[in-house]
C-alpha cells in the first residue's frame, strides 16, 4: 500500500493540539489511535520519550476469526511537529498525525 488515510472521526478536546505541542518542545507524551473497519482494524499508540525519542505501538485486529494479536514495537528515527501536526518515520514508513486524519505513506 503506497499511501493510506486514515480518518479522525473522534479525538478528545485537545488532544491532537496538546500532543502536537509536546512534540515540538520535545516533552514526553503519548497518543492513542484506533481505527476500525468493517471486520477489521489497528491500534496506534504513539510515544514521545526523554530525548525527543518516539516509539510507535501497533496492533491489527480481526473481528470474526482469531489472528495475530501481538503488539508490534518500532523505534521512529524521526519526529517533526509543525502547524500540519506530527510526522514520524518510523522503520521506512512515514505517519502524519494531525486533525484530518492518521496518514500512512509506506
Do not use: N
Not at 499511501?3 to 514526553?28: D, E, I, N, T, Y
Not at 504513539?46 to 491489527?60: D, H, M, P
Request: proline fraction near 4%; hydrophobic fraction near 40%; charged fraction near 15%.
Amino acid at each position: 500500500m503506497p499511501g493510506a488515510r486514515k480518518q479522525v472521526v473522534s479525538a478528545s478536546p485537545g488532544a491532537l493540539s496538546c500532543f502536537r505541542s509536546a512534540a515540538a518542545l520535545c516533552h514526553p507524551a503519548s497518543i492513542a489511535i484506533g481505527v476500525s473497519g468493517i471486520d477489521t482494524g489497528d491500534d496506534y499508540l504513539v510515544e514521545i520519550r526523554q530525548g525527543c525519542r518516539a516509539v510507535l505501538l501497533s496492533q491489527s485486529w480481526p473481528r470474526h476469526f482469531v489472528g495475530d494479536d501481538r503488539i508490534h514495537k518500532t523505534s521512529c528515527s524521526t519526529i517533526a511537529a509543525t502547524l500540519t501536526g506530527v510526522t514520524l518515520t518510523c522503520h521506512r514508513t512515514t505517519y502524519l498525525i494531525s486533525s484530518q486524519g492518521l496518514f500512512i505513506t509506506r
